[in-house]
């Protein structure tokens, strides 16, 4: 089957604040949903649960013929849960180090925006209007979720920042693009790419902090906890995006 097919309305929303703000909270809520279910019942069947309701999420996202406010946040909030499985499972099952699966995801990612870019010859989400260029987008999407579960664990675990000091590196680290882009003149391309594999650590780092218990360096919310009340925050920005459309472009 041609995965090549005709151009139709972009897949993707308008980035806008808001954007950012959900995406933080689904990096944040991937990262306590699967610490809780990983850590609390058998991780072979969690991981065999997430890769099917990853898979279910990309198949609503790939059979609709525009961007879907609840759609799109759905499939970003899988590959968010599957892809913290993916990289914890590499550490906690196979006990790969952090900076070995770092390195890992991180060339993984440099090769699906290699192959994106000879391919289609840009890397802008704003082309998002083919099958091929889908593909492509979700294949770094998932890539960038791994790496930044990857990093934020080994900033955060093997380096010894611990939970809230890591976050707080992670917010200096997301004010690069966005510094560079508003004052500097940074590519567009590259900050957001920047900025969002920077999400994923930022948003894991706080989640940790405020789940785990307070012998780790945590406030001891419990992952479930927080994994719950970050699903009903993020029901609630959706729910307004879907409403008001303020991220589709008119």
Same mark, same amino acid.
Request: proline content about 2%; glycine content about 8%; charged content about 10%.
């Given at each position: 089957?041609?995965?090549?097919?005709?151009?139709?309305?972009?897949?993707?929303?308008?980035?806008?604040?808001?954007?950012?703000?959900?995406?933080?909270?689904?990096?944040?809520?991937?990262?306590?949903?699967?610490?809780?279910?990983?850590?609390?019942?058998?991780?072979?069947?969690? @991981? %065999?649960?997430?890769?099917?309701?990853? &898979?279910? !999420? *990309?198949? $609503? +996202?790939?059979? /609709?013929?525009?961007? =879907?406010?609840?759609?799109?946040?759905?499939?970003?909030?899988? @590959? %968010?849960?599957?892809?913290?499985?993916? &990289?914890? !499972? *590499?550490? $906690? +099952?196979?006990? /790969?180090?952090?900076? =070995?699966?770092?390195?890992?995801?991180?060339?993984?990612?440099?090769?699906?925006?290699?192959?994106?870019?000879?391919?289609?010859?840009?890397?802008?989400?704003?082309?998002?209007?083919?099958?091929?260029?889908?593909?492509?987008?979700?294949?770094?999407?998932?890539?960038?979720?791994?790496?930044?579960?990857?990093?934020?664990?080994?900033?955060?675990?093997?380096?010894?920042?611990?939970?809230?000091?890591?976050?707080?590196?992670?917010?200096?680290?997301?004010?690069?693009?966005?510094?560079?882009?508003?004052?500097?003149?940074?590519?567009?391309?590259?900050?957001?790419?920047?900025?969002?594999?920077?999400?994923?650590?930022?948003?894991?780092?706080?989640?940790?902090?405020?789940?785990?218990?307070?012998?780790?360096?945590?406030?001891?919310?419990?992952?479930?906890?927080?994994?719950?009340?970050?699903?009903?925050?993020?029901?609630?920005?959706?729910?307004?995006?879907?409403?008001?459309?303020?991220?589709?472009?008119?």
């Amino acid at each position: 089957m041609n995965i090549y097919t005709p151009k139709t309305q972009r897949k993707v929303p308008e980035i806008i604040a808001l954007f950012w703000v959900v995406k933080l909270l689904t990096t944040a809520m991937g990262e306590s949903t699967t610490d809780f279910f990983v850590y609390k019942y058998n991780p072979y069947v969690v @991981v %065999a649960i997430g890769a099917i309701g990853l &898979a279910i !999420a *990309l198949a $609503i +996202q790939f059979s /609709v013929k525009r961007y =879907i406010a609840w759609v799109y946040w759905l499939a970003v909030t899988m @590959v %968010a849960v599957f892809g913290t499985m993916a &990289a914890d !499972a *590499l550490h $906690i +099952q196979l006990k /790969v180090p952090y900076l =070995i699966s770092t390195i890992f995801f991180g060339v993984a990612l440099m090769a699906v925006f290699t192959l994106w870019y000879k391919t289609e010859g840009t890397l802008s989400i704003h082309t998002i209007s083919t099958r091929r260029r889908e593909l492509f987008y979700w294949a770094a999407v998932m890539a960038t979720f791994a790496l930044g579960t990857a990093s934020g664990d080994l900033t955060a675990i093997t380096v010894g920042l611990g939970f809230f000091s890591a976050g707080l590196l992670f917010i200096g680290l997301i004010a690069i693009p966005a510094i560079g882009y508003w004052l500097f003149g940074f590519n567009e391309i590259f900050s957001f790419w920047f900025a969002y594999i920077i999400t994923r650590p930022l948003g894991a780092s706080f989640a940790d902090w405020m789940g785990k218990s307070r012998t780790v360096g945590g406030l001891g919310w419990g992952d479930g906890s927080v994994a719950i009340v970050l699903t009903l925050v993020i029901i609630a920005f959706v729910s307004y995006l879907s409403i008001t459309r303020r991220d589709i472009k008119s």
